[in-house]
C-alpha cells in the first residue's frame, strides 16, 4: 500500500467512524428518552472498542508480520505472506462498516427484550473493526525509516481531519435532509466502495461487480432494516407489528414522532397532544390557561420551546396578551404545526413570533428583550441539558428579561431539586400542579379573574367554554378548584434537594444510567388516548 493511499484510507475510515457514532447516539439518545449518561456510556463502549482493535492489530502486527513488514510497504504494499498489503485493511474496512450499518437496527431489535446496557457489547465489537483500520494501515503504508515518525503524523492527521469532516457533514448537513436509515446506507457505501478501491489482486470488474451487488443488496435491506426503527426505540417491549407513526421528521436538531392519536414524541419522550381544549384537556392544557389567573394583562409574552404549538396557540389568544414570542430549537415542530389546523393559525398574521433556537443562548443574544411574562413548558427534569433550563444562573437570566411585575411560569416535572432551586431564586411564588409561577414582585392566582378571563376566552373565534353545556360548566369549576402551594411550602417540603447549578447538573444525574424511560406509559396503539404518561409517579406529561 503506497503511503498516499494509506492517506486516503486514514481520512476516509475517520469520516465514517465519526458519522456513525453520531448516528449511534442519536439511536441511544432517543431509546433513552434523552437520558443524561447515553452519551457518555455510548461513548466509553465505542472507545472501549477502538482500543481494543487497535490492541489485537498491534498483536498481530508484532508476531506475524515482523520485519518482512516493512519490506512489504517498501516493495508496493505486499504483506508478509507476498500477497498485497491491502486486501486485509480491505477486509476489516468492509467489515467494520458492514458492522456499522447493522448495529442501528439492532439495537432498536434489542431494546424490545432488554435494556440497551446488552447491546453496548456490539457497539464496542463495530467500533472496534473500526478501530483496527487506522494502526493496520499504518502497518502496510509506512515505511520503517529515519522518515516513520513524521508519516505516522500525516497519517494521524488525515484521521483527524477525516473525523472533523464527517462530524460537520454528517451532523449539520446529510442530517438535515436524510433519515437515519439513508445515512447508514450512504456510509456504507462508501465503505464498500473503499473496500473494493483497495482490494488488489482481483480485476476491477469483478470488483466492481462486487461493489454493486453489495450496494445494491444494502438498499434492498435497507427499508427493511430500518423501517419501523424509531416505533421499536419507543415502545420497546410493548411494540406492536405493523405499527408506524402518522408522521416523523428528522432533522438535525433531532426526531420528532407523531402517534395516529395525536400523540407527540419529542427525542423519544412524550412531548404533548394537538389540543387547545381545556375541557378535553387531553395534554393537560388547562395550565397554559392559568396565566391569565396571575394578571389583568400580559401583553409582551416570551414562551421557550413550541412542540405541538397547542400552549402557543392558548396564549396568543388570550386575553391581554398582545404579542407572544416563541423560541424553539427544532424547527420541525413549525413544519408540524403548518399541518395541523387546530393549532396551525398561530403561524399566520403577526402576533406570534417564532424563532429557530436555543432557548437560553437566544436570552443572552437579546439583553434589552423585557416580557411581562416568561413562559416554559420544560421537558423532563432528568433530561439531558435541561440545566440550561433549570439552573439558578438560568434563573438570573430569566429575571434579567422580566419586566416589573413580570411573572416566571415553567414546569418542574415535579423534580424536587428544580422546585427547590425555583422557589430559591425569587422572592415570591407557588407551585400549580407540576409549574411554578415565580417572580420578584408578589404573584397571586385569583379565581374570579380567572374565572372572567376563562369566560371571554377565544381560540379562532370559538370560545373556549360553551357555559350552556353542563359538563364544560363542570370543568370550568374544577378548573377554578386548584388550590396553588405557596414556595414557603415547597421549601419546607424540599430541604433535602438540591439546588441545581451549572456546575452540579443535578436533576440530570439523578437515575441510574441503565434506566429506560418507563415504557409501560407508552403504548404502540393505546386503548385509551386521552392522558397518556399521566401515571407511575413521574408527574403530569410535558408538551
Known amino acids: 500500500m503506497s503511503f498516499a493511499v494509506a492517506i486516503l484510507v486514514a481520512a476516509a475510515c475517520g469520516f465514517t467512524a465519526l458519522s456513525y457514532e453520531i448516528l449511534w447516539f442519536r439511536i441511544y439518545s432517543f431509546a433513552t428518552g434523552g437520558s443524561a449518561s447515553s452519551f457518555g456510556v455510548l461513548l466509553g463502549a465505542y472507545l472501549a472498542g477502538i482500543a481494543f482493535g487497535s490492541l489485537v492489530v498491534w498483536r498481530w502486527s508484532t508476531d506475524h508480520a515482523g520485519a518482512h513488514a516493512g519490506a512489504g510497504a517498501r516493495e508496493g504494499g505486499r504483506g508478509p505472506d507476498g500477497r498485497p498489503g491491502s486486501r486485509a485493511p480491505a477486509a476489516l474496512i468492509v467489515a467494520s462498516n458492514v458492522a456499522g450499518f447493522l448495529l442501528v437496527p439492532y439495537v432498536a431489535w434489542e431494546v424490545g427484550l432488554a435494556t440497551f446496557a446488552f447491546s453496548l457489547p456490539a457497539v464496542a ?81 469483478a470488483r466492481v ?145 417564532i424563532a429557530a433556537d436555543d432557548g437560553r443562548r437566544w436570552l443572552l443574544a437579546n439583553p434589552d428583550r423585557r416580557f411581562d411574562a416568561i413562559v416554559q413548558n420544560t421537558t423532563w427534569y432528568w433530561r439531558g441539558h435541561v440545566t440550561n433550563l433549570l439552573s439558578a444562573e438560568y434563573m438570573r437570566i430569566v429575571k434579567d428579561h422580566l419586566k416589573p411585575g413580570g411573572v416566571f411560569y415553567y414546569n418542574t416535572n415535579f423534580g424536587e431539586d428544580a422546585l427547590k432551586t425555583g422557589c430559591s431564586s425569587f422572592a415570591h411564588g407557588f407551585r400549580l400542579a407540576n409549574f411554578l409561577a415565580l417572580g420578584d414582585d408578589p404573584v397571586t392566582l385569583d379565581a374570579d379573574r380567572w374565572r372572567r378571563a376563562l369566560e371571554s376566552w377565544r381560540i379562532d373565534g370559538r370560545p373556549v367554554f360553551d357555559l350552556a353545556l353542563p359538563f364544560h360548566r363542570e370543568r370550568l369549576a374544577a378548573i377554578l378548584s386548584a388550590q396553588p402551594e405557596p414556595c414557603a411550602a415547597v421549601l419546607e417540603r424540599t430541604r433535602e434537594a438540591t439546588v441545581i447549578t451549572d456546575d452540579n447538573m443535578a436533576g440530570e444525574w439523578s437515575r441510574p444510567w441503565w434506566v429506560m424511560p418507563a415504557s409501560d406509559r407508552i403504548q404502540a396503539r393505546p386503548e385509551v388516548p386521552r392522558e397518556p404518561q399521566a401515571r407511575a409517579g413521574e408527574g403530569e406529561p410535558t408538551e
Open 125 to 205: 465489537i463495530a467500533s472496534g473493526l473500526m478501530g483496527a483500520v487506522l494502526p493496520l494501515v499504518a502497518h502496510f503504508g509506512i515505511a520503517p525509516d529515519d522518515r516513520a515518525g513524521r508519516r505516522l503524523s500525516y497519517l494521524y492527521l488525515a484521521n483527524i481531519v477525516g473525523s472533523a469532516t464527517g462530524s460537520l457533514l454528517t451532523g449539520f448537513v446529510l442530517m438535515e435532509h436524510l433519515p437515519t436509515g439513508r445515512i447508514s446506507l450512504v456510509l456504507l457505501a462508501l465503505g464498500l466502495a473503499l473496500g473494493a478501491l483497495l482490494w488488489t489482486g482481483v480485476r476491477p470488474a
Open 209 to 353: 461487480a462486487a461493489l454493486v451487488a453489495g450496494i445494491g443488496l444494502a438498499a434492498v435491506a435497507e427499508p427493511w432494516l430500518h423501517g419501523d426503527l424509531y416505533e421499536r426505540l419507543l415502545f420497546k417491549e410493548r411494540m406492536v407489528e405493523g405499527t408506524r407513526f402518522a408522521r416523523l421528521i428528522e432533522n438535525r436538531s433531532g426526531v420528532i414522532a407523531v402517534r395516529d392519536d395525536g400523540a407527540i414524541f419529542g427525542g423519544g419522550m412524550y412531548d404533548g397532544f394537538f389540543n387547545t381544549d381545556p375541557a378535553d384537556n387531553r395534554n393537560n392544557v388547562v395550565r397554559a390557561y392559568a396565566l391569565a389567573a396571575f394578571r389583568e394583562r400580559t401583553p409582551e409574552v416570551l414562551m421557550i420551546g413550541l412542540a405541538s404549538g397547542s400552549w402557543a396557540q392558548v396564549l396568543a389568544s388570550a386575553p391581554g396578551v398582545d404579542r407572544l414570542t416563541v423560541v424553539e430549537i427544532n424547527p420541525g415542530y413549525v413544519e408540524l404545526i403548518a399541518e395541523h389546523a387546530e393549532v396551525a393559525s398561530i403561524l399566520a398574521g403577526g402576533k406570534v413570533e
